[in-house]
Structures are given as structure tokens and as C-alpha cells.
């Protein structure tokens, strides 16, 4: 089966670094999807990866190693706003998005 | 990045009633759609997978006849729930892409569906 881990909860404190994981087992690999969640309003989107190595966009970076099935997202210099929910996807061989359950992260003064 | 707007935001309905929810890409053709339900504190459970112009491809376990779905332009899908039950309240989001390999999914901004 096609299966998503993502730690349930993490804290961090403001200004600090956190570092989410995710691993996943799909059928088929097409990329990985970061998207931020704060409770009741939509996802949106953060980062993509489909190749090995480090993205970076701003205070956020995201890692995928295709071989070991694992990625992380990678937050900086934490602000009471990153408070929400991170959710990891994986697109499949059919290009289905696969999501894990996501990660409440929260941050404190 | 490209716009998804989902309507309405929220909405209380009696029970027997059906409730229509609307979700149009505003600045791109979105070849497929996806409709999500969410509980609180949990992850995006996939309902239905819309293509324009074709049958909704339904998830297992959800009912086709309750939820009805209709992709009938490359900028519009639309969720029926029909004969709502309190049991069907809960956060319906929906998402459009434009391709079908390696495009990010937008989403609309939700619905928080509420059955009294």
C-alpha cells in the first residue's frame, strides 16, 4: 500500500529551527509537495521537489532523497505566524497526490 | 500563482437538503479537479477526481449519488451533497491543476459545511 509518515505534532520556539520529516512508500514517484495549513482555511503550496538535494526558498528549504523514500521541510528563524499544520504529498505514478496526515507545528515565544 | 475560488465559504443547511458548492479557476484552465473533505485535525481525504468534460472518478466509500460532482467547463466543478445529513458537516475543499505531470495543485479557499 502507499503509505505517508509525518510526526503528529512538533514545538519550536520563535526564532529557533525546525526541521519536519516525511517518508513516504508510493507507487511510483512524480515529486513531492510541502504545503502550509493554518486551521480552517486552505492549503498552500510551499515547495516542490523530483530530484535528489536541497531546495531553497526564503526562511523555507525542503530535502528529498529519493532512494531512502524521505524528505524533510526546514524552517528558519521561526515566527508565531509559522504556526499551523505542514502537510507532505507525494504524486504517484498516476500522478495522484498521496497526503500525510501532517504535522501541527507549534511555536512558542 | 494561479487562482482557485471556491464558493461559498461556509454554509448551514437543514437536513434533507442539498447544498451546492462552487469551484472556478480564475486565471488558468484546469484540466482536472480534485474534491477533498477534511474533519478537524486531520489530513485531506480525497473524494472524487474531475476531468473536464468526463465522469467524476469517485474514491472508494464515497457514494456517487450523494456527492455529485459536474466538470462541465475547464473552469468550473461543482459538489452536490444531496439529502444532507448532520453527519455530512465538515470542510469540503477542492483543487484544480492545470496539467497532469509535475504542476502543483491550487486550492480554493474551502467550505465549512454545517448540517442542523
Known amino acids: 500500500g502507499q503509505n505517508i509518515d509525518q510526526p503528529t505534532e512538533m514545538t519550536a520556539t520563535e526564532g529557533a529551527i525546525v526541521q519536519i520529516n516525511c517518508t513516504y512508500q508510493?507507487?511510483?514517484?512524480?515529486?513531492l509537495f510541502w504545503y502550509q495549513q493554518h486551521a480552517g482555511e486552505a492549503p498552500t503550496f510551499l515547495s516542490y521537489n523530483v530530484l535528489d538535494g536541497l531546495e531553497e526558498k526564503g526562511r523555507f528549504s525542503s530535502f528529498l532523497s529519493r532512494s531512502k523514500g524521505y524528505s524533510y521541510l526546514l524552517l528558519k528563524e521561526l515566527q508565531m505566524k509559522d504556526s499551523a499544520s505542514y502537510l507532505c504529498a507525494v504524486m504517484d505514478s498516476n500522478y495522484q497526490l498521496i497526503w500525510g496526515a501532517g504535522t501541527k507545528l507549534i511555536i512558542k515565544p | 500563482g494561479a487562482v482557485v475560488s471556491q464558493h461559498p465559504s461556509w454554509v448551514i443547511c437543514k437536513s434533507g437538503t442539498s447544498v451546492k458548492i462552487e469551484c472556478r479557476s480564475l486565471d488558468f484552465q484546469a484540466t482536472t479537479m480534485f474534491w477533498y473533505r477534511q474533519f478537524p485535525k486531520q489530513s485531506l481525504m480525497l473524494m472524487a477526481t474531475s476531468n473536464e468534460g468526463s465522469k467524476a472518478t469517485y474514491e472508494q466509500g464515497v457514494e456517487k449519488d450523494k456527492f455529485l460532482i459536474n466538470h462541465a467547463s475547464l473552469t468550473l466543478s461543482t459538489l452536490t451533497v444531496t439529502s444532507a445529513h448532520p453527519e455530512d458537516s465538515s470542510f469540503y475543499i477542492c483543487s484544480a491543476r492545470a496539467g497532469t505531470t509535475h504542476t502543483e495543485a491550487f486550492f480554493g479557499q474551502g467550505t465549512r459545511l454545517t448540517v442542523v
Open positions: 508510493t507507487s511510483g514517484f512524480n515529486g
